[in-house]
């Protein structure tokens, strides 16, 4: 698994709503993967989060922002 999978799950269209924290980011990889990861790998996650959703482009910076970025992140 990669921080970009993890990414996917966490923020689904379920939780799409969801604060992108690390403490959040944290809380669900142990919910729901029984995975501990450190706070370094969560506040990437969570900040890719915030980075996407703080742009202006929609969907068309996703992958090289989100997608290529977190899926270099083994877990």
């Known amino acids: 698994m990669n921080a970009y999978e993890l990414f996917d799950a ?3 269209s379920a939780n799409d709503h969801r604060e992108s924290t690390a403490a959040y980011v944290k809380q ?4 729901a993967f029984d995975l501990v990861i450190s706070d370094e790998v969560a506040e990437a996650i969570a900040a890719a989060k ?3 959703d703080a742009n ?6 996703f992958y090289h922002m989100v997608r290529a970025p977190l899926e270099e992140i083994e877990l």
């Open 50 to 52: 915030r980075k996407f």
């Open 10 to 12: 966490a923020f689904d």
């Open 28 to 31: 669900y990889a142990d919910g």
């Open 56 to 61: 202006g482009d929609g969907s068309n910076d």
